[in-house]
């Protein structure tokens, strides 16, 4: 049954609000620009100078340098989302946590691969973000487990358990995980668009949000392939739901042509957020510049949904959006430090 | 006579009443119009300032700008009344 509002719109209103808030106060392009010139120690009196000051205290007795700070950023992006999911009100909370049940795709899989590989418990739990609908118990119980059926029988009451029930003996025999998870995020976009079209006050706007990113994922595979023949396997990769069916998508995928591909694909998708990226594909730049272009495109995009939409669950998504990346490009001045790495090839892998 | 003075009577306590009506409603509808401008700029202004309390000042600004629409009714209503 859809949310209802009985509160009146001043909720909605103080809740979008503070997202708008807490997103001007994330780090801004001159930030990352600065720290690119830092060491990797004035890096983490930096980062700790900002919001992650608490977990960065809270774990310094267990941890040092970057795995500190690596740990330190994900534990603040899992507060700050449950945090987030308790502020929000009415129909937004239920379209807030559908929206981040990705996590638990992402935790799930981290921890079936962990266990296959034989990686130690302790090193699985330190790269789970319990920010999703499992919490850090349910992510420990699922570490705690020996073999991946018992950790699929945990998930029985969760809303993908099917998938992963019907996924799992195939994933074994093969010993990838790879199509599980294309067929999970297959089924949560499902879901996200059943939720939306579900009568939900406020589901246009999460659906215009659900159909951007089904867009991103498919082109960023359309583009990976392109001059692909094997329209089979093309098929598997795409989600259903977007601007384009999948039937276009394997036909872009097979066309080797790239003005060709872009010319098509703008046609359909006229977005000027999206300029760019087309300009890098005609330019055969490399993929992943191609794939940070359509990151930022959504972003983009998202942005002026958000003002198109001030009282939706845009800004909310937004934020959540923006706040993943922050600590993305924060793990990514990290590790890049350590790594010694030219501040140019650091600054190429972050979204800013 | 009788009647006419009646009429008069009736008329003149009738163009009071109405002017009472017409000073309430002035200060009424003007009350609820800033209400409901209130609504979403007080929601706003809470928002706001929970997470960043140096907002407090300007957004207390902006929550007390849609009076001036209740002082409009009020002038109108004071002018209904004593004038």
């Not at chain 1, 034989?118 to 349910?138: H, N, Q, R, T, W």
């Not at chain 1, 025999?173 to 668009?193: C, H, P, Q, T, V």
């Not at chain 1, 590790?335 to 972050?350: D, F, H, T, V, Y």
């Amino acid at each position: 049954m859809a949310a209802v509002n009985t509160t009146g719109p001043a909720p909605y209103i103080y809740a979008c609000t503070r997202m708008r808030v807490r997103k001007a106060g994330l780090l801004p392009r001159e930030e990352y620009m600065r720290m690119l010139n830092m060491e990797l120690p004035e890096v983490t009196r930096f980062i700790e100078e900002t919001g992650y000051k608490t977990e960065i205290d809270e774990l310094a007795s267990s941890f040092s340098g970057v795995d500190l700070m690596e740990i330190a950023l994900s534990w603040n992006l899992a507060k700050e989302y449950q945090r987030i999911i308790a502020m929000v009100p009415g129909h937004l909370k239920k379209l807030t946590k559908s929206y981040l049940l990705r996590w638990d795709i992402q935790n799930v899989l981290t921890v079936l691969r962990g266990k296959t590989q034989g990686v130690p418990s302790g090193k699985i739990k330190e790269i789970l973000i319990p920010a999703g609908s499992l919490d850090k118990v349910d992510l420990d119980r699922l570490v705690g487990e020996d073999s991946p059926d018992r950790i699929v029988d945990h998930l029985k009451d969760h809303k993908l358990y099917s998938v992963f029930d019907r996924e799992m003996a195939a994933a074994l025999e093969s010993g990838s995980f790879a199509r599980m998870e294309n067929e999970l995020y297959k089924a949560y976009y499902a879901d996200l668009i059943r939720e939306s079209k579900g009568g939900v006050k406020g589901g246009h706007a999460f659906l215009k949000y659900v159909r951007l990113d089904i867009d991103t994922k498919n082109l960023e595979t359309v583009f990976r392939v392109k001059g692909e023949t094997d329209s089979e396997s093309i098929r598997e990769l795409m989600i259903e739901g977007g601007t384009f069916t999948i039937d276009e998508l394997v036909r872009y995928a097979g066309i080797e042509n790239v003005e060709e591909i872009v010319d098509t694909v703008r046609k359909k998708l006229d977005i000027e957020s999206f300029s760019d990226v087309f300009d890098a594909v005609r330019e055969n730049k490399p993929a992943s510049e191609i794939e940070l272009g359509l990151i930022k495109a959504k972003l983009d995009q998202m942005d002026r949904l958000s003002k198109r939409y001030p009282m939706s669950v845009c800004p909310i998504l937004l934020y959540l959006e923006m706040k993943m990346y922050e600590v993305s490009n924060l793990r990514a001045v990290a590790r890049g430090k350590e790594s010694n790495l030219p501040s140019e090839r650091i600054g190429a892998c972050m979204v800013v | 006579m009788a009647i006419e003075a009646m009429t008069v009577e009736v008329a003149e306590a009738s163009a009071v009443g109405l002017k009472a009506v017409g000073a309430g409603l002035a200060v009424g509808l003007a009350g609820m119009g800033t209400g409901l401008a209130q609504l979403g700029i007080g929601g706003a202004a809470v928002g706001a300032t929970a997470e960043n309390k140096e907002m407090f000042g300007l957004a207390l600004l902006f929550t007390v700008i849609p009076e001036t629409v209740v002082i409009f009714g009020l002038v109108v209503a004071l002018l209904l009344l004593f004038t």
